[in-house]
């Protein structure tokens, strides 16, 4: 194989979008994550982009159960000790209703679940950072023989950036698109280029499925 063999740059002809985390209690309600609320729109026209080529969308959230002890560490007393963090059954918990019109089906999905919502478009629970972790979201994107993850959503140094390593390790090309992605900084976008982890804007996204989708000039 040449040394020159490109195995970082995105496909987005045969990629897939992750949203992680846009939830309202991130947004607006017991934990807000700054800068998330202000790129609602951004991550709106993002989910146009990819329905309208009709590639694959997984929304992955977080929930918490008041009460138990299935939570990442630096929440677990808290949600030991009742607090409600996105917690199933609970405003706090859903998506925006205008990124996504489906109710959740909260028991099924802490189940781990696949939540089927509009075609090629899916929600799933992760317990941890990682949306891989714990998830059916390796052998769905198989399934549909995506090659390239495309991350958006809620606090770059947490999830979305355990998703775009994790991503990688599973031999995945990977991209962030960092104006629909709360808490972006020149230093994190630095560490996760040391990866090939690419940078996209939602602008880049738009125009290559909007080139896509026009006939090729006959000859």
Not at 16 to 29: P, R
Not at 78 to 85: D, K, S
Not at 135 to 148: G, I, P, Y
Request: charged share 20%; net charge negative; proline share 8%.
């Amino acid at each position: 194989m040449s040394a020159g063999h490109d195995y970082t740059s995105p496909d987005l002809a045969r990629s897939a979008l992750v949203l992680i985390d846009v939830q309202n209690d991130f947004i607006s309600g017991a934990a807000p994550v700054h800068g998330t609320a202000e790129l609602l729109p951004t991550m709106a026209r993002l989910l146009r982009a990819f329905r309208a080529a009709r590639r694959p969308i997984v929304h992955v959230i977080r929930m918490y159960v008041p009460g138990g002890s299935d939570a990442d560490p630096p929440r677990r007393a808290a949600v030991e000790a009742g607090q409600q963090i996105a917690a199933p059954h609970t405003d706090g918990a859903a998506i925006p209703h205008f990124l996504l019109s489906h109710p959740l089906d909260y028991d099924s999905l802490l189940a781990g679940g696949i939540q089927h919502a509009d075609p090629n478009e899916v929600v799933m629970f992760k317990p941890r950072w990682s949306a891989f972790y714990r998830t059916s979201l390796d052998e769905h994107l198989r399934d549909l023989a995506v090659n390239t993850v495309v991350v958006a959503g809620c606090n770059l140094p947490n999830c979305p950036r355990a998703t775009l390593f994790d991503a990688s390790e599973r031999d995945y090309r990977a991209a962030l698109v960092t104006d629909a992605t709360s808490q972006v900084t020149p230093e994190r976008l630095a560490d996760l280029a040391l990866i090939g982890v690419a940078t996209l804007t939602t602008s880049d996204v738009e125009q290559f499925f909007q080139a896509a989708a026009v006939p090729a000039p006959s000859q």
